[in-house]
């Protein structure tokens, strides 16, 4: 359902793109349109929720609040948590776009604003010069951004056509609070951004930005996920991301949830990304992100 919403916006964007004359090549040199992805659901097409996924809807403001949530913008103080124990504290504004399963960063450093994207877990950056950033995030980026997209949005990521969830029998406990596990599996979608035109081998302007090409040869496709939902309210407040053929996995948790004044919907205002393993431990935290109100 929502990889038909993303496809309708994604033959916008390279309308647009062929109207203004740029075409296939210039999809190499700069971001999608990201404005274009803001768009609603195919309600036709909506799935029946599971209790569980109609739960988490209800927990964070209800379906009918979300397919009315086109577009969620905040900017918050972000973190950055380095291997020697040091930190780097630095600003971010996000802006996600929940049915297209997109989201876009715009990091404000010392010399320069860095913005980023990524759709439908493929990494995008335009040209820029990357002697001007001196963040830790590095190769992060990509699996930063989407951690924050996953646990904001969260109730529509579990409505994807690609996701396979699985309830398990019994709660468990984790640091006090009781949660339901749900198991996830996530298939790939053959309509890759490559095959959809809006990238040459997943991901735009790798050619002309060394950190993107970094970023493009090392980004997972999380083909695991666990959402863990609180048995105390239904929200779905942390979730482990798995890719074993990367050997890549996340933990990222929300907190503090308020009602968003624009959309309606609830969202953490503090988020935490952590390393992973296999066995879902929670490893060394890698940034702390809290909303500005």
Not at 61 to 70: F, P, V
Request: charged share 20%.
């Amino acid at each position: 359902m929502v990889a038909r919403v993303m496809q309708s916006a994604v033959l916008i964007v390279l309308t647009s793109l062929t109207l203004t004359g740029c075409g296939r090549q210039a999809s190499k040199e700069s971001s999608p349109n990201f404005d274009l992805l803001a768009t609603g659901p195919d309600r036709k097409a909506l799935p029946t929720p599971q209790p569980f996924v109609s739960a988490a809807l209800d927990a964070t403001g209800g379906l009918a609040a979300w397919e009315q949530c086109k577009r969620i913008e905040f900017r918050a103080a972000v973190t950055a948590c380095e291997r020697s124990g040091s930190f780097y504290l630095t600003e971010h504004d996000f802006v996600l776009c929940p049915w297209s399963d997109a989201i876009q960063v715009t990091a404000h450093e010392s010399r320069a604003d860095f913005t980023w994207q990524v759709i439908r877990g493929q990494y995008h950056a335009p040209q820029a010069d990357p002697n001007l950033d001196v963040s830790p995030f590095g190769g992060l980026r990509k699996d930063y951004a989407d951690a924050a997209l996953q646990i904001v949005t969260a109730p529509v990521r579990m409505l994807e056509d690609n996701a396979v969830l699985t309830s398990r029998p019994a709660v468990v406990q984790i640091a006090g609070p009781w949660y339901l596990p749900i198991d996830a599996k996530y298939h790939i979608s053959g309509g890759s951004l490559k095959a959809e035109g809006l990238g040459d081998g997943g991901t735009v302007g790798a050619r002309s930005h060394p950190q993107a090409a970094l970023e493009a040869a090392t980004q997972s496709h999380w083909t695991q996920g666990i959402y863990f939902q609180s048995q105390d309210g239904s929200l779905v407040d942390m979730i482990w991301l798995g890719d074993p053929v990367a050997q890549k996995y996340l933990i990222v948790r929300g907190y503090d949830y308020i009602r968003n004044a624009d959309t309606g919907v609830k969202i953490p205002t503090k988020i935490e990304v952590f390393q992973s393993d296999p066995d879902v431990n929670i490893g060394p935290r890698l940034a702390l992100v809290d909303l500005k109100q």
